[in-house]
């Protein structure tokens, strides 16, 4: 299930919304990393909701305990690489 809410947005890569947080620092006049932190903060809030709605509807344990969740971003980072 971890990329279920995919399913919902589609696949938003990680260099996909770096680069969306990019793009929004360039576009508000700004090389502060305020403005990307916020966009990728966004995204990341937005997963996190769906993901919860999900695991909450197959009766799993959300969010996942972080041994669970650290394993799971190392394989997601392989697969990326």
């Not at 995919?6 to 770096?18: K, S």
């Not at 680069?19 to 305020?34: G, H, K, P, Q």
């Not at 909701?49 to 041994?67: E, K, V």
Request: glycine content about 6%; proline content about 4%.
């Amino acid at each position: 299930l971890h990329d279920g809410h995919e399913y919902v947005i589609g696949d938003l890569a990680t260099p996909i919304a770096g680069a969306i947080a990019e793009a929004v620092a360039r576009d508000m006049c700004s090389t502060s990393n305020l403005f990307q932190s916020a966009v990728k903060d966004g995204i990341k809030r937005i997963k996190h909701g769906i993901d919860a709605a999900i695991y909450a509807a197959a009766d799993i344990t959300w969010p996942l305990p972080s041994s669970v969740r650290c394993l799971v971003d190392e394989y997601d980072l392989r697969m990326l690489r």
